[in-house]
Nanobody, 131 residues
């Protein structure tokens, strides 16, 4: 049973990347999936969330309008589409899941508390935005 984030890489400012969060051993559609990012030495940030019940979403103010999270249940995968990237988006990105969860705590609770309270946490993928 595990989550795995992938799709990171090096991209120029203004470019796009799509991150994938793939699950093995459980059905991702039953889980709220949060995307988090962290720069070494800085606080973790909750970037987005998609709920398990109705796919309602949350986006941090820093990414709203540029990032979109979605599900592909046939592939048991959640995506984070990132557009108009800027150097401040450079970080390690992680996905994490909570069974039958929602996104109501996002934006009000510390990101680390959310992250470590999730049922499953995946290995991260590095995103570097640089010219």
């Amino acid at each position: 049973v595990q989550l795995q984030a992938s799709g990171g890489g090096l991209v120029q400012p203004g470019g796009s990347l799509r991150l994938s969060c793939a699950a093995s051993g459980f059905i991702l559609d039953d889980y709220a999936i949060g995307w988090f990012r962290q720069v070494l030495g800085k606080e973790r940030e909750a970037v987005s969330c998609i709920s398990s019940e109705n796919d309602s979403t949350y986006y941090a103010a820093s990414v709203k309008g540029r990032f979109t999270t979605s599900r592909d249940n046939a592939k048991n995968t959640v995506y984070l589409q990132m557009n108009n990237l800027n150097p401040e988006d450079t970080a390690a990105y992680y996905c994490a899941g909570t069974m039958e969860g929602d996104c109501s705590a996002y934006g009000s609770q510390p990101a680390s508390r959310l992250y470590y309270g999730m049922d499953y946490r995946g290995r991260g993928t590095q995103v570097t935005v640089s010219s």
